[in-house]
């Protein structure tokens, strides 16, 4: 049956050393240290894969609603009234929240897809990099 070590706190050691008089580092084994500095990194690595994995799918679900039309718009064609004619026409459509803000002269929504595919594409390399990085000790 393998016991699990328990690790001191960083003010526990530092309290140790002070009473043997040594070092902080002398207090533990190499393997112990590296321990240490692993199961740190394994910790770092899941939060920043989940984080990672979150923004991006957010990303690309904002992204999806941006360009699906789901507004309704509704409009009167005035310039062909006639005397003959005296009823406008009555236009209907969708449009989505990128060709809203477009009509309206409004570049935010160009800005928001291109900061958010950026984003997406940082986040996926950064993800990527996660894998591939290995501590040097």
Same mark, same amino acid.
């Given at each position: 049956? &393998?016991?699990?070590?328990f690790f001191p706190l960083t003010k526990t050691l530092k309290k140790l $050393?002070?009473?043997f008089g =040594? #070092? &902080? +580092?002398?207090l533990l084994s190499?393997?112990? /240290?590296? $321990?240490?500095?692993? &199961?740190?990194?394994i910790n770092n690595y899941r939060l920043?894969?989940?984080? #990672?994995? $979150?923004f991006v799918l957010i990303s690309i679900l904002l992204l999806v609603f941006s360009v699906v039309p789901?507004?309704?718009?509704? $409009?009167?064609?005035?310039?062909?009234? +006639?005397?003959?004619?005296p009823i406008p026409a009555h236009i209907t459509g969708n449009v989505s929240i990128l060709v809203a803000?477009?009509?309206?002269?409004n570049p935010i929504s160009i800005i928001y897809i291109v900061f958010s595919i950026v #984003?997406? =594409?940082?986040? +996926?390399?950064?993800?990527?990099?996660?894998? #591939? &990085?290995?501590? /040097?000790?």
């Open positions: 049956m &393998k016991v699990e070590a $050393s002070v009473v =040594i #070092s &902080k +580092t002398g190499d393997e112990e /240290k590296y $321990s240490i500095i692993g &199961k740190s990194y920043w894969s989940i984080l #990672s994995i $979150s789901f507004f309704e718009y509704s $409009s009167y064609d005035y310039p062909n009234v +006639t005397p003959q004619n803000t477009l009509l309206n002269f #984003s997406i =594409i940082l986040c +996926t390399l950064n993800f990527g990099n996660f894998e #591939s &990085k290995t501590r /040097k000790i």
